[in-house]
């Protein structure tokens, strides 16, 4: 079992940057690939990026051009979330997900989830 909690989201200008936090506790956090995603009101839950155990591999969705960064500290069992130029449609819940199998980018291949938080992008 692995619990995940994000902290870190609120309200920001147009512009803006952003950084959010996942706390993961149970299993090994070094041993579990770890992910972020947000879903949007009336939306898809949207992969943004994956991370390898180590940290050496990451995987981004093609949409984000660069402005978000993925990165972990697996001595304080910590997912980050870079986001930068955050524009107004990017207001979301963001989930951090962990433990994936298959293509690692679809919703469906993550056994573990934090509650979300809210990410708000005034214009």
């Known amino acids: 079992q692995v619990q995940l909690a994000e902290s870190g989201g609120g309200l920001v200008q147009a512009g803006d940057s952003l950084t959010l936090s996942c706390a993961a506790s149970?299993?090994?956090?070094?041993?579990?690939?770890m992910a972020w995603f947000r879903q949007a009101p009336g939306k898809e839950r949207e992969f943004l990026a994956a991370i390898s155990t180590g940290g050496t591999s990451r995987y981004y969705a093609d949409s984000l051009k660069g402005r978000f960064t993925i990165s972990r500290d697996n001595a304080k069992n910590t997912v980050y979330l870079q986001m930068n130029d955050l524009k107004p449609e990017d207001t979301a819940v963001y989930y951090c997900a962990g433990d994936p199998e298959g293509s690692w980018r679809a919703a469906t291949d993550y056994a573990y989830w934090g509650q979300g938080t809210q990410v708000t992008v005034a214009s």
């Open positions: 149970g299993r090994a956090f070094s041993n579990t690939p």
